[in-house]
């Protein structure tokens, strides 16, 4: 007979209680501490948000937030969070997509936080809170791993590299923080790996955790209720294993935590990006020379090892050289990138070179005493045999539910990368990131496609979670107008010239006649340059600062300058769309050239048609347009960034009245009437907020 037993007698304490909920009410109700503390106005969307993400923390569960521009979501989901984080001993992540967010979160957000819960005693507790960025290893100085490398300088480095090693220690002995974006000019890569924190010889068990950057900032983390990380960070550790690999049972980066996914639109890509293999000929060289340089006769081998072991790297790179080598002359001569859909592109040269190797390392690995210089052998051991498997499935084709392809890039297109993605990101973000027994928030102020938020629910996996969708407090209808340019020729390869003329005209005729500044979003690169052949001489004669995306300046510092010029003209592609955050009338316009379908050319976007369509599914209809309107979406929410923002939406891409689909766009925007324009038109109907 099976006995009775109560299980709670085995069960861990329960965790005291969260006032996430109460404190949460109060904070955003009308007239409450928020108001009434900091003189903040009340948004009724902002405390809807704020209610609702307490419970789900409070609850541990999945919900989905599309909180449209203006509705304040990072005050809330901090505030609860870091109450909910503080009551119960845990730790909130934060996760976004770009710099700009992450710098709002650290300089403003956070320490409105504090001021939040200074205003009131209830709040008190938590306004000690402490906060830490989550940056990778490899940007991290190792002091243990730096007095090594002085210590072997002549056998690690060539007499050159010297310098820059001592430049490095002398740096050392200043910087607070031993981030490698700290030390200008950058330090040399190949003298950086030798000393950055990536690496098991930078751990607690060898390094002094007063002394170690790294170490120190891990235990910042440890005591950290707020931790902010990036989303492809986050992804590269989930893809690692995440807190399943620290043995948590629950939680998703680290043991016990609850996570918030800001700019969540962006994840399906992300996570794809990271769920992947991705191997190249660059990266094996590395990896190879970092055991054993042939040029320099330096590496982890040359003091470490002996002639039979530096001759099995020589053969390890003579076969890398070889194998990528074939690929890039008999696959890559005629297209940068191309899908492989059967195993036996090529022969498995350097199958049998690493499988020497890793035995080799490994064995010298065996002959040394517990130390910094064993466990790094055995880490690089690790590393050859990931690369060897991940080497392996590449070839085979083994997996279905994956797209495979090469690539080559870099400066002289000279890199050849092996690709994978899966087809399907969403059990993956099941299994790593929303069944991990903790509350996740998924919050963008564009997560619906098409007028409803199931199609983005659907790819992520999150089809049981709890969705809500608020709109922006923003007075569009007042502050925006929207103007459609009806006789631009629509995209065919028959009036591309004329099409290109007729975009080039609206758009000069459009941003000359707008005081403020204005952003042109462009879908093509080369019809940016074209246009911004045409014009730029135009604009400078205006007296209008022109800055081009591509000309070595980062998004961040584009944007940087369009603000601080007022009055400047700023083209940009892909990555402008999204992350652009200009106030004022700095950004009076924003300009949509095209409708921003992408081609489905790429190798990812071609399998995932062909997926849907043998599924008796539409690929434009669930994966196109939805992505497009997604984008479109971001792409308008550019222009009214505060209460008092006005500004002009034009589009250029008349299939937005003359296509079926043209009306999902139109319900895209947040005013309900436009104004179509032609050139014979134009000059009395269109009507900037001069």
């Known amino acids: ?167 490095i220690a002398d740096w050392a002995a200043k910087t607070k923080e031993g ?175 690493l499988q020497k190797l890793i035995k080799a390392v490994g064995n010298r690995a065996d002959k040394l005493d517990e130390g910094p210089v064993r466990d790094e052998l055995l880490e690089q051991r690790g590393r050859l045999k990931t690369y060897q498997t991940g080497l392996r499935q590449w070839l085979n084709v083994a997996d279905a539910g994956s797209v495979y392809w090469l690539e080559r890039s870099g400066r002289r297109q000279q890199i050849v990368t092996l690709r994978t993605a899966p087809l399907d990101i969403a059990p993956y973000l099941r299994e790593q990131l929303l069944q991990r027994g903790t509350s996740v928030l998924c919050t963008s102020a564009t997560l619906a496609m098409g007028g409803g938020i199931e199609p983005f629910q659907a790819r992520i996996g999150a089809e049981e979670a709890r969705a809500v969708v608020v709109a922006s407090p923003f007075d569009y209808e007042r502050n925006m107008r929207v103007f459609i340019a009806a006789d631009v020729p629509l995209p065919s390869p028959h009036e591309a010239r004329l099409a290109l003329e007729s975009l080039t005209d609206y758009i000069r005729f459009c941003t000359l006649r707008v005081a403020g500044g204005s952003l042109v979003l462009f879908t093509s690169y080369q019809d940016m340059r074209h246009v911004a052949a045409a014009l730029q001489d135009e604009f400078t004669a205006a007296g209008r600062p022109f800055f081009l995306q591509g000309e070595d300046l980062s998004r961040t510092e584009l944007t940087r300058r369009l603000q601080a010029a007022g009055n400047g003209i700023l083209f940009g592609t892909d990555s402008f769309w999204a992350g652009v955050d200009v106030p004022g009338p700095a950004l009076s316009q924003v300009i949509i050239t095209r409708l921003p379908f992408d081609p489905p050319s790429h190798p990812i976007a071609e399998a995932r048609a062909e997926w849907v369509r043998d599924r008796g599914g539409n690929p434009f209809n669930e994966l196109t347009l939805p992505d497009a309107l997604m984008k479109f979406r971001q792409g308008v929410g550019r222009l009214i960034r505060s209460a008092t923002d006005r500004g002009l939406i034009i589009i250029l891409d008349a299939r937005v009245l003359a296509k079926a689909y043209g009306r999902l766009f139109l319900g895209c925007l947040p005013v309900a009437e436009h104004t179509r324009l032609t050139a014979a038109n134009r000059d009395n109907l269109f009507l900037p907020f001069n």
């Open 1 to 167: 007979m099976i006995g009775l037993r109560d299980d709670n007698d085995h069960l861990p304490p329960a965790p005291p209680p969260s006032h996430a909920r109460e404190h949460a009410a109060r904070i955003f109700a009308e007239g409450g501490w928020l108001q009434e503390g900091l003189q903040l106005e009340h948004r009724p969307q902002q405390e809807q948000m704020a209610r609702l993400t307490a419970a789900a923390f409070d609850a541990d569960e999945v919900l989905l937030f599309e909180a449209g521009t203006g509705v304040g979501k990072s005050l809330a989901y901090l505030l609860p969070g870091i109450i909910h984080a503080t009551d119960q001993s845990r730790q909130l992540i934060v996760s976004t997509h770009t710099i700009s967010l992450q710098e709002q979160l650290e300089s403003k957000d956070l320490p409105l936080c504090r001021r939040v819960f200074r205003s009131a005693p209830e709040l008190a507790p938590y306004a000690d809170f402490k906060s830490a960025v989550l940056v990778g290893k490899a940007n991290y100085l190792c002091t243990t791993r730096l007095a090594a490398a002085l210590r072997d300088r002549q056998e690690l480095f060539a007499t050159p590299e010297h310098s820059e090693l001592q430049r």
């Open 179 to 353: 981030l490698r974006h700290e030390l200008s000019p950058p330090p040399a890569p190949d003298v950086w790996e030798w000393v950055n924190a990536d690496s098991s010889a930078c751990s607690r068990k060898h390094c002094n955790g007063e002394h170690c950057f790294y170490q120190r900032a891990r235990a910042r983390l440890r005591t950290a209720q707020v931790i902010i990380v990036n989303h492809s960070l986050l992804f590269a550790h989930l893809n690692a294993g995440g807190a399943a690999e620290k043995g948590g049972s629950r939680g998703v980066l680290f043991p016990d935590d609850f996570v918030v996914l800001d700019e969540a639109h962006t994840v399906p890509e992300v996570a794809t990006d990271h769920f992947g293999l991705r191997l190249s000929s660059y990266g094996t060289e590395r990896m190879l020379k970092y055991l054993f340089n042939p040029k320099t006769r330096r590496g982890l081998l040359a003091k470490h090892g002996g002639p039979m072991d530096q001759q099995l790297v020589l053969d390890a790179l003579e076969a890398s050289a070889q194998f990528f080598d074939f690929l890039k002359e008999k696959l890559l001569h005629k297209h940068p990138i191309v899908r492989i859909r059967e195993a036996g592109v090529a022969e498995p040269w350097l199958d049998e070179p």
